[in-house]
Antibody, heavy 123, light 108 residues
Framework: EVQLVQSGAEVKKPGESLKISCKGS????????IGWVRQMPGKGLEWMGIIYPGDSDTRYSPSFQGQVTISADKSISTAYLQWSSLKASDTAMYYC????????????????WGQGTMVTVSS | DIQMTQSPSSLSASVGDRVTITCRASQSISSYLNWYQQKPGKAPKLLIY???SLQSGVPSRFSGSGSGTDFTLTISSLQPEDFATYYCQQSYSTPIFTFGPGTKVDIK
């Protein structure tokens, strides 16, 4: 079964650092981009950035550039999302996603989603 | 940047109703439009990609249409398990992906 399994919920204080993970299984991890999507409480979906584990090519949404770091360790089929200094406004559910690129018809979508990691930042 | 809008933002419908949700892009995105369904407390699920292609395992009562700037998601006969929030997403300007604000479908 193709799946992405994320690390568990986190409760942190403002200013602390954090790294959450997303482990892929059931497919060739190095052949698909992995992205991250934020969902703040009661709000919609926001695309944060994406990485190609095969060569670590990484792209960020302008809204998140410089705010987070996306990385991957292909030896253990795991992608990461990290913060160096959390803020209360980082409180959200974070989903990792697999990017599906189809040639015919031409398409580019997120076909597999992790279960989500809830991050709560509070003093 | 490409902006996505959806209408309505919410709707109430009954089981068996035909439901249509509209998504509009601020510029032409060809057919690079995807639809996702999210149920409360769950991760989103891909329903339709490339504007009209049904993802594997998705019931045939879901369909998508459109190209350019205007798109629709139609549920031909609403089922109890379809009450959820639906998001459109453009993938024309990759690696920038933009989601619409969502449409919540609840029970009348």
């Amino acid at each position: 079964e193709v799946q992405l399994v994320q690390s568990g919920a986190e409760v942190k204080k403002p200013g602390e650092s954090l790294k959450i993970s997303c482990k892929g299984s059931g497919y060739s991890f190095t052949s698909y981009w992995i992205g991250w999507v934020r969902q703040m409480p009661g709000k919609g979906l926001e695309w944060m950035g994406i990485i190609y584990p095969g060569d670590s090519d990484t792209r960020y949404s302008p809204s998140f550039q410089g705010q987070v770091t996306i990385s991957a360790d292909k030896s253990i089929s795991t992608a990461y999302l990290q913060w160096s200094s959390l803020k209360a406004s980082d409180t959200a559910m974070y989903y990792c996603v697999r990017r599906l690129i189809v040639v015919v018809p031409a398409a580019d979508a997120f076909d597999i989603w992790g279960q989500g990691t809830m991050v709560t930042v509070s003093s | 940047d490409i902006q996505m809008t959806q209408s309505p933002s919410s709707l109430s419908a009954s089981v068996g109703d035909r439901v249509t949700i509209t998504c509009r892009a601020s510029q032409s995105i060809s057919s690079y439009l995807n639809w996702y369904q999210q149920k409360p407390g769950k991760a989103p699920k891909l329903l339709i990609y490339a504007a009209s292609s049904l993802q594997s395992g998705v019931p045939s009562r879901f369909s998508g249409s459109g190209s350019g700037t205007d798109f629709t998601l139609t549920i031909s006969s609403l089922q109890p398990e379809d009450f959820a929030t639906y998001y459109c997403q453009q993938s024309y300007s990759t690696p920038i992906f933009t989601f619409g604000p969502g449409t919540k479908v609840d029970i009348k």
